[in-house]
């Protein structure tokens, strides 16, 4: 899918710790986690360190930063919008926001379209 999507928000919470580590790493982009935590966790990587294929889909941006999912994954959560959250605790292993005490946290809505 290659048309940019309009399905993905974020709350001021969420979007005062990307600009955190935006300050702290640069330009960042985001792709939905499909395993851990039944999904709800958004993982962060500097822009160019997690490689987008061809089967993922840009669901929209936050923060100026754009947000992928797999195509699977996006079949499953097509009739819903996320909504970009922060919560107390540590981040992916490998996502940027592992180590400062809050974590980003996808909550989902279902639309209509």
Known sequence: MSEKLDKVTATPGALE???EIVADHGPVMFHQSGGCCDGSAPMCYAQGDFKIGVHDVL???IGGMPFYISDRQYELWKHTDLIIDVIDGRGGMFSLDNGRERRFLTRS???AT
């Open 59 to 61: 669901m929209g941006e």
């Open 17 to 19: 710790l990307l600009a």
């Open 109 to 111: 809505v279902l639309c």
